[in-house]
């Protein structure tokens, strides 16, 4: 595998339902990102990891709660989620520079969910 | 509110035609890029502009930075059928370490 992948591609859950979304990242990165892309919305950033810690958390509803274990994996857990949250989500890694700064980030293929 | 606007939003253009797209943005930076997203994938990067009055080229595509206008450009020369797309300019405030994407330009370009 290289770049970033994502699993499932696709997920179809009810609102009671519990589900992750998997993101690896072989690139060798320090940094993990996972955005949330809706129709006609510019990418909404909901968390950012920096070295497995968490950076950024932009007000994003409790019933996202994302992990990561190491700089290589992310996950974001649902649970108990709208049918609002029905959109794509996209995983991104990129290599922060000395002084935070960010270099060019790298996307996955995304999971397609729906919320029922 | 930091914003990142694109225009147009849309733009259908025929093949062989030359067009810009627009990448206003409200804060202070000196990272901006590009990237290109086909329906149903994800986004693939297509430029890094990392200084004022960078400027970068690709077969058919050309960025621009002007860091003091916070403006940057995607120039397309002699449009073909394989550049449609919707193309996603972000941006990287000085203070900071998020990025903040534009809505997109999505295009078409038609025979």
């Known amino acids: 595998e290289t770049g970033v992948t994502q699993t499932p591609r696709h997920l179809v859950m009810g609102m009671t339902n519990k589900k992750s979304l998997k993101c690896e990242q072989h690139?060798?990165?320090?940094?993990m990102y996972w955005y949330k892309q809706s129709a006609k919305k510019p990418l909404e950033l909901m968390f950012v990891?920096?070295?497995?810690?968490?950076?950024e958390n932009n007000s994003v509803p409790s019933r996202f709660s994302p992990e990561c274990p190491n700089s290589s994996h992310l996950f974001l857990h649902l649970h108990t989620l709208q049918p609002e949250d029905s959109a794509l989500y996209l995983c991104a890694s990129s290599q922060e520079g000395p002084l935070g700064s960010p270099n060019e980030q790298f996307f996955g293929p995304g999971t397609r969910l729906t919320v029922l | 509110e930091l914003k990142v606007e694109q225009n147009p939003l849309f733009l259908s253009m025929q093949e062989g035609k030359n067009y810009t797209i627009y990448c206003n943005y409200s804060?202070?930076?000196?990272?901006l890029y590009w990237y290109r997203q086909d329906p149903g994938k994800s986004l693939e990067s297509l430029f890094v502009?990392?200084?004022?009055?960078a400027v970068k080229q690709e077969g058919r595509l050309m960025a621009s930075l002007d860091t003091k206008a916070r403006l940057s450009t995607l120039h397309i020369t002699a449009a073909v059928h394989d550049l449609s797309a919707t193309y996603f300019c972000?941006?990287?405030?000085?203070?900071?370490?998020?990025?903040?994407f534009g809505t997109g330009t999505s295009l078409t370009v038609i025979p």
């Open positions: 804060t202070t930076s000196d990272r």
């Open positions: 972000a941006v990287v405030p000085l203070t900071g370490n998020q990025f903040y």
């Open positions: 990891y920096n070295f497995k810690e968490q950076t």
């Open positions: 690139l060798g990165h320090n940094a």
């Open positions: 502009l990392l200084s004022n009055g």
